[in-house]
């Protein structure tokens, strides 16, 4: 069965940092590009970064250049997203997805359940 299962996310105060862990199963992990997409309440899905397969070509959302981080460990079949700074405005459901994207698209392929991350003071 092919899974993604995010974890890391909580409630942080702004400055805060986070790193979220995105744990895959199922599938060739190490074969695949992956990517870290987020949704605020009442909001649509946006594209926060992607990662190839080896983790030597990383992309990020402009807006969030600087403060964020995504990286891989093969060996252990997950992908991190380090969250720096964090805003108020960061606060959503952190969801990974298999497959490499960029701003404005769909996940088209597998995607987790998602972790929480709540900025407030």
């Known amino acids: 069965e092919v899974q993604l299962v995010e974890s890391g996310g909580g409630l942080v105060q702004p400055g805060g940092s986070l790193r979220l862990s995105c744990a895959a199963s199922?599938?060739?992990?190490?074969?695949?590009?992956m990517s870290w997409f987020r949704q605020a309440p009442g909001k649509g899905l946006q594209w926060v970064s992607s990662i190839d397969s080896g983790g030597g070509r990383t992309s990020h959302a402009d807006s969030l250049k600087g403060r964020f981080t995504t990286s891989r460990d093969n060996a252990k079949n997950t992908m991190y997203l380090q969250l720096n700074s964090l805003k108020i405005e960061d606060t959503a459901m952190y969801i990974c997805a298999k497959g490499w994207y960029w701003v404005g698209s769909q996940v088209t392929d597998v995607r987790g359940q998602g972790t929480q991350v709540t900025v407030s003071s």
């Open positions: 199922g599938f060739a992990f190490s074969s695949s590009s």
